[in-house]
C-alpha cells in the first residue's frame, strides 16, 4: 500500500488528468473525407514551403538570414510575375537567368520561377544547399527592415513523395519498408493536400512545409533508384478508414512500445492503438541519454511561470499515475523546499525546461557530478510513438518478410489500401469506394462541405 506524500502524489496526478480531460485543447483532425468533385491524382500539385525554417529541425538547420536567397541552375530558369494571393504565376515570362539572387527589400512583387531541370535554392552561410525540382513561388512577408522571403516549391504529389521517402528512410533498407513509407507519407501529404482545400486558408499560401512538423522533405538532393521504386511501384496507393483518408502519423522509433493516441492527444483514434512490437527488438540500438544541471533546470521553470521567484525546487520524480500503460510519462511532480510542497507538471512543460528529448519513454534521477546536481534522464526510441514505427516496420520487412501492405495493417487498425489512380490493377479506386457508402456517408463526401 502507498503511504504518505507518494499518496498525496497520486491523488493529484489524477485530479490533473480529469482536469486535462475536460480542457478545451484543440484535437487534432484525424481523417478526412475524399471528393470526388475535385479528386487527388498523383500529378495534383502540393505547395511545400522550404525557405524559412523558424526552428532548428535537422536537416535543414535554422534560417538566421531570412530575407534573401539565390537560385541556381544549369540552364536559364523562365521567370515570370506570381500572383498576389496564390502560389501561382500570372502573364508571360518577364527574363530568363542561371542565377537568381532575391532580397526581400527588393522584392516588390510576387516572382514565379521555373526551371527545365533541378536547380539549387542556395541559403545563408553553413546551411545546406538543396536541389529541387519543379517550380518556385516566391514573394516577401512583412516591409522595411523586418521584411522576410518565403519560397515555395511548386511540385507533382508523386515528384513530392520521391522526396520525402529517402529524406525519412534509409535508402539501403529493405524495399517492403520503403513501399510502407511511400504509401504512409502519401496519405499523409493527400491528408493536408484535403485538409487545405477544406479550410481554404486565406494567410498560408502552401501546404505543408518541408520540416519534420510535416514530413521531411529535400526535394531532388538525396533520391535514390531504391526510393524512386518504392513511390513508383506504389504510386497512388494511400490509406484510408471507413473510405476517408486518414492522419498517417509515423515516428521514428517506438522504443518497442507504440502509443495509444489518446494518451498523447486526449483523443481516440479507432486507428492507431498501442501496440506492442513483440518481434525481436534490440532495445541498446534505441536507448538515449541525457544530463541537465538542475540549476538550469530550475531557472527554466521559473521563467516558464512554473515556479514563483521564492520557491526552491529540492527534487523531482515520475509518480507511479504518471506514466501510460507502454511506459511513457505524463507527469512529473516538483518536490519543492518546505514541508510537502509538491506540484505536478506535464512531460511537455518537463520538456520545455529540460530542452529537446527524443521521447517521453523515460526515467530519471537525480546524480551529482564536480560538486553540481544533474538531472539524469535514460530513454527509449524517438518521436511521439503514435502510429507507425519506421525502425518497427524495417524490423517486420528484413526479419519478419512482412509485405508492405502486412505492416501498414499492422501499424493502422482497420484500415484499407486504395488508389487515386484511374485503372490500378492492384488496388480498388479511392472513388468508386465512395458509390458504396451509406446514403448518410455520402451526404459527407465533400471536403469542402463537412470540413469548411
Given amino acids: 500500500m502507498v503511504t504518505g506524500y507518494k499518496n498525496l502524489i497520486i491523488l493529484m496526478a489524477c485530479i490533473f488528468f480529469a ?10 483532425e484525424t481523417r478526412l473525407p475524399l471528393n470526388r468533385v475535385s479528386p487527388i491524382k498523383p500529378g495534383t500539385p502540393i505547395k511545400v514551403k522550404i525557405f524559412p525554417h523558424r526552428r532548428d529541425y535537422p536537416p535543414q538547420g535554422l534560417d538566421v538570414v531570412k530575407d534573401r536567397v539565390t537560385i541556381k541552375a544549369n540552364q536559364p530558369c523562365s521567370i515570370y510575375q506570381g500572383a498576389k494571393n496564390r502560389a501561382s504565376r500570372v502573364g508571360k515570362r518577364v527574363s530568363k537567368a542561371k542565377t537568381i539572387q532575391l532580397v526581400a527589400s527588393q522584392l516588390n512583387s510576387a516572382k514565379w520561377i521555373h526551371c527545365k531541370g533541378p536547380a539549387t535554392l542556395v541559403r545563408g552561410e553553413g546551411l545546406t544547399a538543396f536541389r529541387y525540382d519543379g517550380s518556385f513561388y516566391v514573394h516577401r512577408i512583412g516591409n522595411g527592415a523586418d521584411a522576410t522571403l518565403e519560397v515555395i516549391n511548386v511540385v507533382s504529389l508523386k515528384t513530392y513523395l520521391l522526396g520525402v521517402v529517402p529524406s525519412e528512410v534509409y535508402p539501403n533498407w529493405h524495399i517492403e519498408t520503403l513501399k510502407t513509407q511511400a504509401v504512409a507519407a502519401r496519405t499523409y501529404a493527400v491528408f493536408h493536400l484535403g485538409q487545405m482545400r477544406a479550410k481554404n486558408h486565406k494567410r498560408r499560401l502552401w501546404d505543408v512545409d518541408d520540416t519534420i512538423a510535416f514530413q521531411a522533405y529535400t526535394g531532388a538532393t538525396m533520391r535514390s ?5 518504392a513511390v513508383n511501384s506504389t504510386i497512388g496507393q494511400i490509406i484510408t478508414h471507413e473510405n476517408d ?18 494518451n498523447v492527444w486526449n483523443q481516440d483514434i479507432p486507428y492507431v492503438k498501442g501496440r506492442k512490437e513483440n518481434f525481436e527488438f534490440e532495445l541498446s540500438s534505441s536507448a538515449w541519454e541525457k544530463k541537465v544541471a538542475l540549476s538550469q533546470f530550475t531557472a527554466k521553470l521559473r521563467s516558464m511561470g512554473y515556479l514563483r521567484a521564492k520557491e526552491t525546487l529540492k527534487g523531482l520524480w515520475i509518480p507511479v499515475a504518471g506514466t501510460t500503460e507502454s ?3 505524463r507527469v512529473v511532480t516538483l518536490q519543492l523546499k518546505g514541508q510537502d510542497k509538491y506540484r505536478n507538471i506535464t512531460v511537455e512543460a518537463f520538456k520545455r525546461a529540460a530542452g529537446r528529448l527524443p521521447s517521453t519513454m523515460f526515467s530519471m534521477t537525480l546524480v551529482r557530478e564536480k560538486k ?25 520487412a528484413s526479419d519478419k518478410g512482412w509485405t508492405y501492405d502486412q505492416i501498414l495493417s499492422y501499424y493502422y487498425s482497420g484500415t484499407e489500401i486504395c488508389s487515386l489512380k484511374d485503372n490500378d490493377a492492384e488496388k480498388p479506386n479511392c472513388y468508386l469506394n465512395l458509390e458504396s457508402a ?7 463526401d465533400s471536403l469542402s462541405s463537412s470540413h469548411s
Fill in 19 to 28: 482536469q486535462a480531460g475536460d480542457s478545451a485543447t484543440v484535437l487534432p
Fill in 225 to 229: 533508384d531504391r526510393t524512386d521504386l
Fill in 245 to 262: 483518408v486518414i492522419q498517417a502519423y509515423y515516428h521514428a522509433d517506438s522504443g518497442g512500445q507504440t502509443e495509444d493516441a489518446v
Fill in 327 to 329: 511506459g511513457r510519462v
Fill in 372 to 396: 553540481k546536481q544533474m538531472i539524469a534522464i535514460s530513454g527509449f526510441g524517438s518521436g511521439h510513438g503514435v502510429g507507425m514505427s519506421q525502425q518497427g516496420a524495417a524490423l517486420l
Fill in 438 to 444: 451509406s446514403p448518410a456517408k455520402k451526404k459527407t
